[in-house]
Antibody, heavy 117, light 106 residues
Framework: EVQLVESGGGLIQPGGSLRLSCAGS????????ITWVRQAPGKGLEWVSF???????YYADSVQGRFTISRDDSKNTVYLQMNSLRVEDTALYYC???????????WGQGTLVTVSS | SYELSQPPSVSVSPGQTASISCFGD??????TFWYQQKPGQSPVLVMF???KRPSGIPERFSGSNSGNTATLTISGTQAMDEADYYC?????????FGRGTKLTVL
């Protein structure tokens, strides 16, 4: 069974850093696109970043230069390093297995990031 | 950057047909995906490649995409279908979501 489990969220002050983890099971993260999507409270879905099979990374303009996605194949885990956090980064962060023709068929349960002083 | 537009809300009576639209420039040239999200839950893919249903999605869900409009249609809408629905495309190595449509079944 395919599962993705996010962790690492929490309360952080503006300007701080946080690293989210997305642990995959039932499949290999190195053989799939893995993407991060966030949802601010009461708002819609916003794409954040993805990493493809070859390890190439892509980012939304809103996080470019502040967030870094990476992958540890030995742990079957994808990470999202978030630096210079802003109040507007407050959201539930989901990771999802993605594909250009498959969409995002598998999602985790999300991890909440709250940026507040 | 590419943008998708959706009506904020759609209402439908139980048993009737609900149509949720998604608009984008030459959207018919792209694959459109649809997600259902109920309160407190993660999104669920209900349609991929415009009109394909993932395993486990009821047959009452169907999709189309042509010109500038993609449509998710729910026939014989049930109370359990009340949720937020998002359309999504890939564009230049980015994932684009519509702002979502709240479907109310009343």
């Amino acid at each position: 069974e395919v599962q993705l489990v996010e962790s690492g969220g929490g309360l952080i002050q503006p300007g701080g850093s946080l690293r989210l983890s997305c642990a995959g099971s039932g499949f290999s993260v190195s053989s799939n696109y893995i993407t991060w999507v966030r949802q601010a409270p009461g708002k819609g879905l916003e794409w954040v970043s993805f990493i493809n099979l070859g390890g190439t990374t892509y980012y939304a303009d809103s996080v470019q230069g502040r967030f870094t996605i990476s992958r540890d194949d030995s742990k079957n885990t994808v990470y999202l390093q978030m630096n210079s956090l802003r109040v507007e980064d407050t959201a539930l962060y989901y990771c999802a297995r993605a594909g250009a023709v498959a969409g995002l068929p598998y999602w985790g349960q999300g991890t909440l990031v709250t940026v507040s002083s | 950057s590419y943008e998708l537009s959706q009506p904020p809300s759609v209402s439908v009576s139980p048993g009737q047909t609900a149509s949720i639209s998604c608009f984008g420039d030459k959207l018919g040239d792209k694959y459109t995906f649809w997600y259902q999200q109920k309160p407190g839950q993660s999104p669920v893919l209900v349609m991929f490649q415009d009109n394909k249903r993932p395993s486990g999605i009821p047959e009452r869900f169907s999709g189309s995409n042509s010109g500038n409009t993609a449509t998710l249609t729910i026939s014989g809408t049930q109370a359990m279908d009340e949720a937020d629905y998002y359309c999504q495309v890939w564009d230049s190595n980015t994932v684009i979501f519509g702002r979502g449509t709240k479907l109310t079944v009343l």
